[in-house]
């Protein structure tokens, strides 16, 4: 959830610190604050609201110092205010602490610290762990980074932590467990963040913390260590990121840069695997795991979300080309129902971030049961493809914006070649079908974009609907996925009421909501279910509804029967997904926009769930 900032070196920190935030506003923006040591001591400026509030409150004000910290927030323990916004101060003053996560026993801790006569200026369980460290200090007379290691052992919980001391100009102390850090590595400087994206322009070399560690952060030195004050050798990696992929370059919002990328995005994940000259797909996770793969007594996939609706899809896919059982799993169902998991299970997990909190926690417990775990996720370096025993990249570069597009459709993508591969392999595919298929994916970058040539329809439909209090969108076979993930990003963007449905489900209790007021979304490409579903816009037609209907290029009977129609290009059913959501896609775009919100930033929402 929330995003943290750290940079110590020969810079300014404020406008480095202040410049990261704003990069990782999608991770929580319900208020922002920093923390800076210079020579005059330790001044710290936090403010409800955007990051630019907090730029705006600090004009005026001592904002020198090498040394900072920074926060954006997503609420947890306290509502979003000045006084429950990091960075967070000890008792003494001599502390400033951000904080990712949430501390599960901060209530018993905090009565312990009452009773010796610590106040709480905060609602926050961040405060009460850095009183807690703070109170260890002091009655042990030792060291602040032995502190924290004591303190850590106590807490129950996910923390990403940034600490520093205004004693100290030189240090900033780390620690992470279940919420992501990076270091990013430069020349006499380091910088500190949930994500690269803050620091790209500066350094490319990063280390990614591990979980129970804590960094020693000086300009010119990274010390790493584990819980028993052992030294761990940090990995420098090579970021494959560009500065251009964190901003809007001339879009208007994230969202629609973002959605306008499938094209090359999904031609990056496809490249270099899909091999269509040679009939071949390589995926390296998948060719040295293929015996494991192939032969599963079944298949787990763990996601939430918008990667919940790629697993839904691609158990239809799995099912049909692979015929392995598969299940889809919500993670924090999954993780807290003691699912029966037995060796030959494979599990995939499927995250944008690679650090869902509640997936991470499915796989820790699979894996315990001695299930293969292998990963889809977007995030390079990230720790659900560090605790995969293999797994596959989506490539499809930073999403910014907080509703998954991009993201949704490469790891669509990467499904999809996995099943090919796998049924390859298995010899549940023949030969002609699979190099239809083939083909079929390798042609879904252009044909996405035919899709974004001209978005003036769709445009023209948000505006005609952005008023309707409630919403349906029905598919049946695989668009039924689709249909769920087009009623969520309406929901996400505009904030307008929105169910999925099965198609052939409506009669079973949804048309009681039909109304001539109702907006129906009709998934209904040309595929093996179009009869039924062309019956189905029938029986919304006959009660008055509104159909809106995503239909395929040359379809004369669907748009004969909507009131509106947005239009893909064909595609074997399989990959017809792909196309379809793209349309969903730009029609919550149009409506959050018409509406008047910020689409890059939904109420309530941010991008990484890595807390429960």
């Known amino acids: 959830m929330c995003g943290i900032v750290g940079y110590i070196g020969p810079r300014e920190a404020y406008p480095i610190v202040i410049k990261g935030l704003k990069r990782l506003e999608y ?17 710290v400026y936090k403010k409800k609201g955007k990051v630019t509030d907090l730029e705006e409150a600090t004009l005026g004000k001592d904002i020198s110092g090498h ?69 260890i200090k002091q009655n042990n007379n030792c060291s602040l980074e032995e502190a924290l290691r004591i303190a850590l052992k106590r807490i129950v919980g996910a923390y990403c ?53 804590i960094a020693i952060v000086r300009a010119d030195e990274l010390i790493l260590k584990n819980l028993g004050n052992e030294k761990q050798t940090p990995f420098i990696t090579k970021l494959d990121m560009e500065l251009a992929a964190v901003e809007k370059g001339g879009y208007k919002h994230f969202m629609l840069k973002e959605i306008h990328e499938q094209p090359s995005t ?46 839904l899809i691609a158990e239809y896919v799995f099912e049909e080309l692979c015929r392995i059982p598969v299940e889809v799993e919500y993670a924090s169902e999954f993780r807290y129902r003691n699912p029966v998991i037995n060796e030959g299970d494979v599990i995939i997990a499927i995250s944008q971030s690679g650090e869902t909190a509640d997936t991470l926690v499915a796989l820790e417990s699979a894996k315990a049961k001695g299930a293969f775990i292998f990963g889809v996720v977007n995030a390079v370096g990230s720790s659900i493809a560090r605790i995969s025993h293999a797994g596959a990249y989506t490539h499809a570069g930073p999403e910014i914006g907080v509703a998954s597009t991009k993201a949704f459709t490469g790891q669509l993508a990467v499904l999809n070649m996995m099943a090919l591969k796998i049924a390859k392999a298995k010899g549940t595919i023949t030969e002609d079908r699979y190099i239809n298929l083939m083909k079929e994916l390798e042609a879904v970058p252009e044909k996405v974009k035919e899709i974004l040539a001209d978005t003036s329809n769709i445009k023209a439909i948000a505006e005609k609907y952005k008023d309707a209090p409630d919403a349906l969108f029905l598919g049946r076979g695989y668009n039924f996925p689709v249909a769920l993930e087009g009623a969520l990003k309406l929901k996400e963007i505009s904030y307008i009421h929105a169910e999925g449905y099965p198609a052939a489900e409506m009669k079973h209790g949804p048309i009681a909501l039909v109304t001539d007021k109702l907006p129906v979304v009709f998934v209904a490409t040309k595929d093996s279910y179009y009869e039924k579903i062309v019956s189905n816009v029938q029986e919304i037609k006959a009660r008055k509804g509104m159909v809106i209907a995503v239909a395929t290029v040359g379809d004369t009977v669907i ?35 018409a509406k008047g919100y910020n689409v890059d930033m939904p109420r309530n929402l941010a991008k990484s769930v890595t807390v429960e």
């Open 27 to 43: 991770r929580g923006y319900d208020s922002a604050g920093i923390s800076l040591i210079n020579s005059s001591g330790m001044n």
């Open 67 to 135: 040394i900072g910290i920074g926060h954006t927030r997503w609420a947890t323990h306290g509502e979003p205010s000045d006084r429950n916004a990091h960075p967070h101060t000890s008792n003494d003053g001599s502390l400033s602490m951000i904080h990712n996560g949430i501390i599960e026993n901060y209530a018993s801790i905090k009565q312990e610290l009452s009773n010796k006569g610590y106040q709480f200026s905060s609602d926050t369980d961040t405060e009460v762990l850095l009183n807690f460290i703070q109170d």
């Open 161 to 213: 932590i940034l600490l520093i001391d205004k004693n100290d100009n030189n240090t900033i102390i780390a620690a992470r467990k279940g919420s992501p850090l990076v270091i990013g590595i430069g020349k006499g400087e380091h910088f500190l963040a949930s994500d690269a994206t803050p620091f790209i322009e500066y350094t490319k070399e990063v280390v990614y913390v591990n979980d129970y560690e």
């Open 266 to 311: 999904i031609f990056d994940c496809l490249r270099g695997r899909l091999l269509t000259h040679s009939g071949e797909i390589r995926m390296a996770g998948i060719d040295n795991n293929i015996d494991k793969l192939a032969n599963a007594n079944r298949i787990v996939m763990v996601a939430c979300g918008t990667s919940w609706h790629a697993g």
């Open 559 to 593: 748009p004969s029967m909507a009131d509106d129609t947005m239009f893909v290009p064909d595609a074997d059913e399989l990959i017809a997904p792909l196309l379809s959501t793209i349309p969903l896609q730009l029609l919550s775009y149009y409506v959050g926009v």
